[in-house]
């Protein structure tokens, strides 16, 4: 296993917290949940176009803090989703160049599939259409800007299986 910053990127309802939460409790190591959920759930809404980079500074600053006193850091998510979301809603693309190079930081990615059944979770969800839109441009995203990472697909086992074996890859940073 290779010490650093493991992100969890997917679309809404692919098992990013599920899996960042057993991966943080097998490897013993720190876990940065995703603090938009948190966000929303303070201000009983989703957030407006002036109040993504704010949410995307606090995101970036939990990983950092996490990192100074863990080797190992799971983050279920980072900046990057909340730049892309902030496309996606607003068409503000401010946040791009900032989540990508934080993105570049991380040792390594893990891609949750959109193959999980979609299930209503508040207004944190939109729909499996727009699940499937979003996977599409966060894979072109990545790929884009030259940013590898793992897939992670199947039902719960199979992803941690999947997660832990590619964290214990000698190739993984």
């Given at each position: 296993?290779?010490?650093?910053?493991?992100?969890?990127?997917?679309?809404?309802?692919?098992?990013?917290?599920?899996?960042?939460?057993?991966?943080?409790?097998?490897?013993?190591?720190?876990?940065?949940?995703?603090?938009?959920?948190?966000?929303?759930?303070?201000?009983?809404r989703t957030p407006q176009r002036h109040e993504q980079a704010a949410i995307a500074a606090e995101q970036a600053a939990r990983i950092e803090a996490a990192s100074r006193a863990h080797d190992l850091v799971i983050c279920d998510?980072?900046?990057?989703?909340?730049?892309?979301?902030?496309?996606?809603y607003?068409?503000?693309?401010?946040?791009?160049?900032?989540?990508?190079?934080?993105?570049r930081r991380c040792g390594l990615t893990l891609l949750c599939a959109p193959d999980l059944p979609w299930e209503a979770d508040g207004f944190l969800r939109d729909g499996p259409s727009v699940r499937?839109?979003?996977?599409?441009?966060?894979?072109?995203?990545?790929?884009?800007?030259?940013?590898?990472?793992?897939?992670?697909?199947?039902?719960?086992?199979?992803?941690?299986?999947a997660a832990i074996s590619a964290l214990q890859r000698p190739s993984s940073k």
């Open positions: 296993m290779s010490a650093g910053l493991v992100a969890l990127l997917g679309a809404e309802c692919t098992g990013k917290s599920t899996l960042a939460e057993a991966l943080a409790a097998h490897f013993k190591a720190g876990l940065v949940t995703e603090y938009l959920r948190e966000w929303c759930a303070l201000h009983g998510t980072t900046p990057l989703i909340t730049a892309l979301c902030s496309e996606h607003f068409g503000d693309t401010s946040l791009t160049a900032g989540a990508l190079a934080f993105q499937a839109a979003f996977d599409a441009r966060l894979r072109d995203t990545l790929e884009g800007h030259g940013l590898g990472w793992v897939d992670i697909a199947g039902g719960n086992d199979a992803r941690l299986t």
